[in-house]
């Protein structure tokens, strides 16, 4: 009960069109003697583009940033978002400077309506007949947006509380993604990254799991090997052939895969080991002993798991 009544319920409602029509067998794709079916970019599973996609990308953008902002602190909970109360008041604000701006997006789409879908039938003149009819008129469109939010505080009934594990894994489930975008940006990095821009980039997601633990002892457990894996990072410049880089990279890959992660839970694996471990490993190549350490290139596609963020 400790999350419920530590927590406020965000409900996001963003409506935007989509610049989309089903798709009819019969008058969009033919078949047979001198027929033709219309290119990916007007016909894709099922729906023709009836739109340029490129003049919805800025309203669709302000979505997936409102969505970012309530991921930041909270999480996915029953359609909407579970944000920490003491959250709550820099979410709004964060939400209702994206409403601002997705107004102001859907503004400059308004008046540049007719010129777009002008554009898009002259773009693809030969299929303008699966075009030109099917766009309803910009008066009609414009009711299709909507932003709006609403704060919830939520009082189940006695007996039907939400299972504290549940919620955990689905935090640790987000948790792992940004590890993973996090991974892939650190293997396809090119140059050094700074010791103090590593340690800083953990602080969200340790922030995150801070708030949200709500004493749950798996939450707990990983937050501390993050906090244990930030405080070994050195202020130094770090590239890929650092200790530190395959530590963190390794890390953050386990944290990525559910199946390995519970070995950070569990206690069968730690950052101490993973460091010490590496510590040992290199002992040994300076004393001249043969190399146990795997390479990197392999080191992590060991731990790769397929799972969004701006990092490193």
Not at 113 to 131: G, S
Not at 176 to 192: H, V
Not at 198 to 204: A, F, G, K, R, T
Request: glycine share 6%.
């Amino acid at each position: 009960m400790e999350f419920i009544r530590g927590t406020t319920l965000v409900h996001l409602k963003i409506r935007c069109w989509s610049g989309e029509k089903k798709a009819s067998r019969d008058n969009d794709i033919q078949l047979g003697a001198n027929g033709k079916i219309p290119p990916q970019k007007l016909l894709d599973i099922g729906r023709k583009k009836i739109f340029p996609p490129s003049a919805l990308d800025p309203l669709l953008n302000r979505r997936k940033a409102a969505e970012r902002a309530c991921l930041s602190d909270g999480t996915r909970f029953m359609g909407g978002y579970a944000v920490p109360d003491s959250a709550v008041d820099t979410i709004v604000e964060k939400l209702n400077v994206i409403k601002a701006e997705f107004y102001e997006k859907l503004a400059i789409f308004i008046a540049d309506f007719e010129r777009n879908k002008d554009a898009w039938i002259k773009d693809n003149t030969e299929f303008a007949h699966i075009i030109r009819d099917q766009v309803p008129d910009k008066e009609t469109v414009e009711k299709s947006f909507e932003f709006t939010f609403t704060l919830y505080k939520i009082n189940p009934l006695e007996g039907f509380e939400p299972d504290e594990n549940e919620v955990a894994n689905q935090v640790l489930h987000e948790i792992g993604l940004t590890c993973k975008e996090m991974s892939d940006r650190m293997l396809d990095r090119k140059r050094s990254i700074s010791g103090k821009n590593l340690y800083e980039q953990l602080d969200p997601l340790i922030k995150k799991l801070d708030t949200l633990s709500f004493g749950n002892g798996r939450l707990l457990k990983v937050v501390n090997e993050f906090l244990a894996l930030q405080i070994s990072i050195p202020m130094e410049l770090i590239d890929q052939d650092h200790p530190t880089f395959g530590h963190v990279l390794t890390f953050l890959s386990m944290c990525a895969d559910t199946n390995k992660l519970e070995k950070l839970i569990d206690g069968s694996f730690s950052v101490t080991k993973l460091i010490n471990g590496i510590q040992r490993a290199s002992s040994t190549v300076s004393s001249g002993g043969s190399t146990p350490v795997v390479p990197q290139s392999t080191q992590s596609s060991l731990f790769s798991s397929s799972t969004s963020g701006a990092y490193f």
